[in-house]
């Protein structure tokens, strides 16, 4: 960590709406079609339970933090591994942060394409989320707690909006509940634990969130929850508006659920809540894109911190735009990221959990003193 | 390098819209839309473009413009139509769709697959199925209306509020759609007065995505749309309760539904397979009653001719809806959800004609009116 970012404090509420805008990201959008794709009309009762083991992870995420008291990730990870498997980690955690961020930027600008403005260039669209992005990281935690913390409204306004979806919906939709096979249903949690991950990127901002690690912890399991039923929310209306067959058709459903809903004020309502989702995209894509600058930091080199910022930037540029050219493409990076998530998501934070009980720092402080 | 990097990013930011501008003088609107299928099976699009002129007071006089192309898919259609514009046809802010009945019984979902694609088309089309070819009725431009492109979807508005014709669009049937086990009605429109009006003729029953050809006749939907849960700003239903009186007049009733509550229960049965309930308590005034002298002594039986009238009208059309096949209540959907174990053996698309629906009907009169 730079020295200068060691004064940095955030509050344990930014430190709330910090994760819940870095986890709120593409998926909101698509989840119940990806969800129902894979478990039927049972999709719900599988996102409550991958929200309950991604509650289990938070508190793991806590612990470690704890053992390692002022730590961020990087460090933490070269203290459990050493240093050597612990570099190779840290690497192994910026190519993740930069595919996650990838993947972000290309979902962002496909569906802006599609949706909004298809005859505007694609990559001015990267260009400006870029620009906004690396604006909120570029003042480092501080600022980025304070954009995160001022965007959180904006889960309020489109939780309001969506509730137009139930203009057309019929509840037995829901139904029959029971009906998808086990592996189904072990894909259904899996989809919704990946699309809860960033409790990943807690490790980065832990060390400078004040308060004690139970308030934090609850602070967290608080922010989780809010989330998961953001997301039960959002998958009830899409199932109860669009029913079992079409929902596997429409690849946006809650979007899609807004196009005929017809205020006074705004005659297409999705093409607004499209507009305030931006933001959402922007936090999350601006959180692992800080995860990413973080991770380069760290690698052994001796270089000035915005070159960090403008290489990692551009790689996530390059990458996006090629990903962009066609739906092949953009296949190889979300294969890529499916493979690799699982290893930094869950194999990795759970060694970390089991091998920080046996290299903790904070007990070994107390016995020195 | 720092003020022209700061210029270059404020240049990104204001241009950035430029790209997608659509000005609204460069784009004609179509309103209504007609699809139909000639006897040879080619596929004909008619557009209505209206067109306001300009005048010093008010809006001015509406002049309405008629395309018809042909193509193999509605969007040939439409590059068609475009070839003969000054400026680009855009169906974005289309109103209604109508489908003439050729084309109706084929399939329609292939004719309005464009509208779910594309995310710039506006899903609140109106459909409605047209009696014979649907162009004829959009050409229908009476010279009384004030606004000769908004006359089909008057008639179609109008209907939902007296309660005729359920509220529809686009986006509304696109679950029924898809989903197994549910069908839909869509208004039909018949042309009449030897081409010089348009009128509403009922609903007319679909299954999968074609139209069964059956339809619910105009004096039975009333009942229907109560049945569906909807009711629009009034809703009258007239009933023969009386048999041989004279004048003919004195054998009929009009009431006028004030409040309504429909519950639709099914459930497995052993001797019809599925056994549906359908339990709709109306609360009416007696609206019209030719016969006079309505004294409260009569009310009872009045009340109990009534019930046994409304019930036959619903078995009536419960009877069409079966012989068309269109499972409009969505019972396969309700059997699906409750009893999934029983749906996979069941064949739908046999079972639905066998299966039994009871109507329950149940008449609370409230007010005879202000003369006895």
Known sequence: MAKSDTQQKITLSQLAYIFIQSQIGVDILNLSTVLHREVGADGWITLLIG???????????????????????????????????????????????????????????????????????????????????????????????????????????????FLFGFVDAKFIYMLPIGQASFSGYIEGIRVTLYSLSSYVLLLLFLPYAQGSYKKKAR?????????????????????????????????????????????????????????????????????????????????????????NVYTTSIIVLAVSYWSGLNEENFRVVIDFQDKITEYFTVLIPVLLFLLSFLRRKDKQKEAAQ | MKKLSIILLSCT?????????????????????????????????????????????????????????????????????????????????????????????????????????????????????????????????????????????????????????????????????????????????????????????????????SYTGKDISFDHTTLFVLMKKQKGKVARITAKIFDGKKPEPDNYTTINIEDFSSKIKSKPDKQNKVRTDITLDLTVMIQEYPQDHLALADLPEVKKKLEQALTDQANETLRTIQDANSDVFGIGRNINGHYPSYWKKLDWEKDFKEIKIVPHITVNIRSRGIFR
Not at chain 1, 55 to 80: N, Q
Not at chain 1, 123 to 151: D, E, N, P
Not at chain 2, 159 to 180: D, F, K, P, R, W
Request: proline content about 4%; some cysteine; glycine content about 6%.
């Open chain 2, 13 to 209: 930011l204001i241009l950035s819209g430029c790209w997608d501008t659509r000005e609204f003088k460069e784009v004609k609107l179509g309103i209504t839309a007609a699809y139909d299928m000639t006897e040879d099976g080619v596929y004909t699009n008619t557009i209505l473009i209206p067109n306001v002129q300009n005048s010093a007071q008010g809006p001015g006089q509406e002049s309405t413009q008629f395309l018809t192309a042909i193509g193999n898919t509605p969007t040939e259609a439409r590059t068609n139509i475009d070839r003969r514009l000054s400026s680009t046809y855009s169906p974005a802010q289309l109103d209604v769709l109508l489908f003439g009945s050729n084309l109706a019984k084929q399939d329609i979902y292939p004719y309005v697959d464009a509208y779910y694609r594309d995310p710039r088309m506006h899903l609140d089309v109106v459909p409605a199925v047209v009696k014979g070819s649907a162009e004829q009725a959009l050409k229908v431009v009476p010279k009384s209306e004030m606004r000769p492109s908004e006359y089909i979807e008057g008639i179609v508005d109008s209907e939902v509020e007296t309660t005729n014709s359920l509220e529809t669009s686009l986006q509304a049937i696109g679950s029924e759609l898809y989903e197994e086990g549910e069908d839909f009605v869509l208004p039909l429109l018949q042309v009449g007065d030897s081409g010089k009006t348009v009128s509403f003729e009922g609903l007319a029953l679909f299954h999968d995505s």
């Open chain 1, 51 to 161: 929200g309950v083991i991604s509650i289990f992870f938070v508190l793991m995420i806590v612990h470690i933090s704890r053992c390692f008291p002022g730590e961020g990730l990087f460090d933490i990870l070269k203290s459990i591994f050493g240093r050597k498997l612990g570099s190779v980690a840290g690497f192994g955690y910026y190519v993740y942060f930069l595919v996650v961020a990838i993947y972000l930027l290309t979902s962002f600008g496909e569906l802006i394409n599609e949706w909004l403005l298809p005859e505007t260039p694609i990559l001015v669209l990267y260009v400006l989320m870029l620009i906004c992005a690396l604006y909120t990281i570029s003042g480092g935690v501080t600022l980025i707690a304070k954009v995160f913390t001022f965007f959180a409204v904006i889960l309020f306004l489109i939780s309001v909006l």
């Open chain 1, 219 to 307: 602070t967290l399991v608080g922010a989780n929850l809010i989330v998961i039923f953001f997301y039960l929310y959002t998958v009830i209306v899409s199932f109860a508006h669009f029913g079992s067959d079409q929902i596997d058709h429409v690849s946006q459903p809650v979007l899609y659920m807004l196009r005929t809903a017809d205020s006074v004020i705004i005659t297409r309502i999705d093409i607004f809540v499209l507009s305030l989702w931006t933001v959402f995209a922007m936090t999350a894509f601006a959180a692992y894109l800080y995860g990413a600058e973080r991770a380069f930091a760290k690698i052994p080199m001796p270089k000035k911190k915005m070159l």
